[in-house]
């Protein structure tokens, strides 16, 4: 009977619209959370067999739950690990078995193994430097900070930028046994050996009876020094000009031998700038003009070893290691994964999607690059939940389904009417 088509059709209205209150209370209810997508339900109708031009439609039925993958807004937080992606892309997730998960919540963190993983422990997967920082070519894997240090750099160069007092008055030649007595001027550097450990050389200048003449001597203390005793290692002469520049040095090097262990003969270069006689100013290093002697700047290019003091991650996806010991280096990239229909994701919680037959492979990249997003640190995305718009469609399937009663409503009281027939 075409009145109890009616009465199925009606139910089947119940049942689409319930569906669709159903997937607008999940969208409601994570309006707040991290990364997450809402979803929007499409309909179809139902048609009974029939000629042409008999066709009674059967009701309705849940055609679709289709992800709406548009991008959130970004809420700025005070973590580096915590990233979002600007574009294309998800995060690349792994589990302890080696399984995959795709995500756009971007909160991470460092476990106690010092790999990058989110909340439920799932890790971040990227491709991890080479002890040179170096990421070009590495596979991808999970991104593990945990035995990440800087090794020590022997000095090789000295740089010293200072005033000699042209007015100072010879003391005569220089003495290792009273250096202060037999020197016009000193400064002290911390030269670092291939350990990494940090010794003292004091440097003296020593004005010569030879006009517009020093000499200099790179004494290292018996503290530091292989033998005990205090070594001269380095020394040299320096010419002026009668205007005050550098005309020539005799020596710019010398040859340092250090306790504890470390390599010896240890060859370092002094830079006292660009004498004249070699082409340069001879104003970019040591001068001699008449005030008093002082070090304007002194700089060496060695280091200690240092451990991970933070990170940073730039656009690309770029993690960056800063140490200690004040250097920075490259520890790893972070990757993303796109697929050529989103649509075909499963949905498994906590905010994770898995691949699929309709999904398609992953198309792995880094960020940035071959239609990838870019990486932003210290954000997070937010929901793309729209609440005004979720309402609307809250009333409108509220009152499809009251409508869908009421047609129930109505058969019923026909078929009360047919039974009464009988009466």
Excluded: C, H
């Excluded at 006009?211 to 002026?240: E, I, K, M, P």
């Excluded at 280096?329 to 499963?346: I, T």
């Amino acid at each position: 009977m075409a009145i109890l088509t009616s009465l199925f059709a009606g139910v089947s209205g119940l049942n689409a619209f319930g569906t669709g209150l159903s997937v607008i209370s999940n969208n409601i209810a994570n309006l707040n959370t991290t990364g997450f997508k809402d979803s929007r339900v499409s309909f179809a109708d139902l048609v009974s067999s029939g000629s042409s031009r008999a066709q009674v439609g059967r009701g309705v039925l849940v055609n679709d739950i289709r992800t709406n993958f548009d991008q959130g807004s970004f809420e700025p937080t005070g973590s580096e690990l915590d990233l979002a992606v600007e574009g294309e892309g998800f995060f690349v997730l792994r589990d302890a078995a080696g399984a995959e998960f795709y995500t756009r919540n971007g909160s991470f963190n460092v476990s106690k193994n010092g790999l990058v993983e989110n909340s439920e422990g799932l890790l971040l997967q990227g491709r991890q430097a080479t002890i040179t920082g170096s990421v070009t070519g590495q596979p991808t894997g999970n991104i593990d900070l945990s035995t990440t240090n800087s090794t020590p750099a022997p000095t090789a160069n000295i740089a010293v930028d200072a005033n000699l007092d042209s007015r100072a008055v010879t003391p005569g030649a220089f003495n290792l046994a009273t250096p202060s007595a037999t020197s016009n001027f000193s400064t002290s550097i911390t030269i670092y050996d291939a350990l990494g450990n940090g010794n003292l050389v004091n440097v003296y200048f020593t004005k010569s009876s030879t006009a517009n003449q020093w000499d200099y001597n790179a004494v290292v203390s018996a503290a530091d020094s292989s033998t005990g005793s205090a070594v001269v290692a380095g020394t040299g002469t320096l010419v002026f000009g009668t205007n005050g520049t550098l005309t020539s040095v005799s020596s710019v090097s010398g040859t340092f031998n250090f306790s504890g262990g470390a390599t010896l003969n240890q060859a370092v270069t002094f830079d006292f700038g660009s004498p004249t006689g070699s082409g340069g100013t001879g104003l970019d290093g040591l001068t001699q003009f008449g005030s008093s002697s002082a070090v304007l700047t002194q700089t060496q290019d060695g280091f200690a070893a240092g451990s991970l003091s933070s990170v940073s991650i730039d656009k690309n996806g770029i993690v960056t290691g800063l140490f200690t010991n004040g250097q920075s280096r490259s520890l790893a990239q972070v990757r993303l994964a796109r697929f050529n229909n989103d649509q075909g994701l499963s949905k498994v919680g906590d905010n994770a999607y898995v691949l699929s037959n309709d999904s398609g492979q992953p198309i792995l990249g880094d960020p940035n690059s071959g239609g990838m997003g870019r990486v932003l640190s210290n954000s997070l995305e937010l929901s793309n939940v729209d609440l005004a718009q979720q309402f609307i469609k809250m009333i409108e399937y509220q009152r499809g389904f009251q409508a869908n009663s009421r047609s129930i409503t109505t058969t019923d009281e026909l078929l009360q009417e047919l039974v009464n027939l009988i009466r």
